[in-house]
């Protein structure tokens, strides 16, 4: 079974912060991977997508990838009271479900003014 | 109209009715989904569908059935669902599989 794990939260930061989300996937084969911003009752959107190892940055955002130790990971720098929302983090894999997105439960962050 | 539509935004229905939700997307891709959202469990995929071809039924239950006339248009007919159904769906679209999601706003359904 596929899956991705993600600290639920909430995790809670003063504005102006660096806010680290974390997550962690199982299948080893994975190739892809994304950051979803859902604010509450709306529908999620794209935030960051990674494929290498390393780091990727945009704007305040950083997304890291270590595939060895299975770990991905988004940063947001000067944390914006706006960034409050829950963050999803999605993996895909190749083979027969190379079409299928697997998400985590999602991080809630909450940044304090 | 931009992005991806879905329609309707909310619905209410029994347990005997019949309905269906209706996405469509503007952005020229090739692959849409029916994603299902509950609170406090990850997205789930339902349905994956590639150039109007379906790819990937999740097994999901058959008093769901998808229909995909056109690379832009995707439905999901509903009926004799069951309360556990209630939840919101989200359809998406991308490139193509596995490629970056682009989601609907939604639609909120509750079976009474």
């Known amino acids: 079974q596929k899956e991705v794990e993600q600290n639920s939260g909430p995790l809670s930061v003063p504005e102006g912060a660096i806010a680290s989300l974390n997550c962690t996937y199982s299948?080893?084969?994975?190739?892809?991977f994304f950051w979803y911003r859902q604010y509450s009752g709306k529908s999620p959107e794209l935030i960051m997508s990674?494929?290498?190892?390393g780091d990727k940055e945009d704007g305040r955002f950083t997304a890291q990838l270590n595939k060895a130790s299975q770990y991905v990971s988004l940063l947001i720098r000067d944390s914006q009271p706006s960034d409050s929302a829950t963050y999803l983090c999605a993996v895909n894999g190749y083979g027969g479900s190379q079409g299928n997105l697997i998400f985590g439960k999602g991080t809630k962050l909450s940044v304090k003014p | 109209e931009t992005g991806v539509t879905q329609t309707p935004r909310h619905l209410v229905m029994g347990m005997t009715n019949k309905k269906s939700l209706k996405c469509e997307q503007h952005?020229?891709?090739?692959?849409m989904y029916w994603y299902k959202q509950s609170a406090k469990k990850p997205l789930e995929l339902m349905f994956v569908?590639?150039?109007?071809?379906?790819?990937e039924n999740n097994s999901v239950p058959s008093r769901f059935s998808p229909e995909c006339p056109n690379s832009s248009h995707l439905f999901l007919h509903l009926h004799t669902l069951q309360p556990e159904d209630s939840a919101l769906y989200l359809c998406a679209s991308s490139p193509a599989p596995p490629g970056e999601l682009f989601f609907g706003e939604g639609s909120r359904l509750t079976v009474l």
């Open positions: 299948d080893r084969v994975s190739q892809s």
């Open positions: 569908y590639n150039f109007k071809e379906q790819t």
């Open positions: 990674i494929y290498s190892n």
């Open positions: 952005l020229g891709h090739n692959a």
